[in-house]
């Protein structure tokens, strides 16, 4: 068994399904916020409290990101002739 079979993820364990529920709710997060802040031309400074769950957000779609390209394909049996 190589190195790189130990780093893929079955997309329907429940670690993977908690982590795109959390980045659901960051996404919804992202998109109310991103409108306040153009609602109100909101400037935030470094190391205030949107500054870091600003950092906490951009570090999720990151990891997301990252984690994607680690997961293994469904298998759907509907595509089998």
């Known amino acids: 068994m190589k190195c790189a079979d130990h780093f893929k993820f079955d997309p329907k364990s429940s670690a993977v399904t908690t982590f ?3 980045l659901i709710l960051i996404i919804a997060y992202s998109c ?8 109100f031309d909101y400037s935030f400074e470094k190391f205030s409290t949107f500054w ?3 950092v906490i957000v951009f570090s999720m779609f990151t990891l ?3 984690l994607s390209f ?3 394909p469904l298998n759907d049996d ?3 002739g």
């Open 52 to 54: 870091i769950l600003e």
């Open 78 to 80: 509907s595509e089998e």
């Open 64 to 66: 997301d990101i990252m």
């Open 32 to 39: 109310f916020l991103s409108m306040f802040f153009t609602a």
């Open 20 to 22: 795109d529920t959390i």
């Open 70 to 72: 680690m997961r293994l």
